[in-house]
């Protein structure tokens, strides 16, 4: 189960890297800025977690909280992060250095759930 979620964070990651797009209607938001709290706080997010999955200890539940609501201000912000028109991630991974699937409420909302928020 630990690794179904280190699964869920390591694609996050990737998607950040498929280019961090914005939403015109949401001229007040930085996606850019949005996008740099996800990837830092999704960084301290996966150390705690690995640190977790070693030690067999449970997770700080501060650092998982922190990821889940900078990943849910990503979303509420209207950002993107893959490109116009992403090739869908199969299940296969047969196109996973060309793919990209972008993060959704559901995925925020099983984070959350997960970090007991």
């Known amino acids: 189960m630990k690794i179904k979620y ?12 498929c280019g961090g797009g914005s939403n015109p209607a949401s001229s007040d ?22 640190e977790a999955f070693v030690s067999g ?3 700080d539940a501060t650092v998982c909280n922190a990821y889940a609501s900078s990943a849910q201000a990503f979303i509420d912000g209207g950002c993107t992060m ?12 047969s196109n ?6 972008e993060m959704d409420q559901a ?10 928020g």
């Not at 938001?29 to 690995?50: I, N, P, Q, R």
């Not at 995925?107 to 997960?114: E, K, N, T």
């Open 29 to 50: 938001v930085s996606c850019t800025d949005l996008a740099t709290d996800l990837a830092t706080k999704g960084e301290a997010y996966s150390t705690a977690f690995m």
């Open 107 to 116: 995925g925020v909302d099983q984070m959350s759930a997960m970090c007991g």
């Open 96 to 101: 996973a250095d060309t793919c990209c699937d």
């Open 82 to 93: 893959c490109g116009s028109n992403p090739e869908a991630c199969l299940d296969d991974d």
């Open 6 to 17: 280190l699964s869920i964070v390591l694609t996050i990651f990737m998607f950040i890297g």
């Open 57 to 59: 200890n449970s997770m």
